[in-house]
């Protein structure tokens, strides 16, 4: 029997997915799956409306295009290997 190991156990495989804003020193940097998309959305938002954080709306909008992007390109890529 092998151990559980993610690296044996395809199911339990993720990608992590990372985007980054950098605003002079400050460094806003997130992390999330497939499965966080929708909170990280979210995490953009919450940052946005905090008046001590330098996060701007605009900044979550730019982000929030990003996420998007990526999932299209994945989405894109999951199609093509089907109509090959």
Excluded: C
Excluded at 9 to 24: F, P, R
Excluded at 64 to 74: C, D, F, G, I, V
Aim: hydrophobic letters at 35%.
């Amino acid at each position: 029997m092998m151990p559980n190991n993610p690296q044996n156990n395809q199911e339990s495989h993720q990608d992590i997915n990372v985007v980054a804003l950098v605003k002079g020193s400050e460094r806003y940097i997130f992390l999330y799956d497939d499965a966080s998309r929708a909170e990280t959305l979210r995490t953009f938002g919450r940052f946005a409306a905090n008046p001590e954080l330098s996060f701007t709306w605009y900044d979550a909008a730019a982000l929030s295009q990003r996420l998007r992007q990526e999932r299209e390109r994945e989405e894109s890529k999951i199609l093509s290997r089907f109509l090959r």
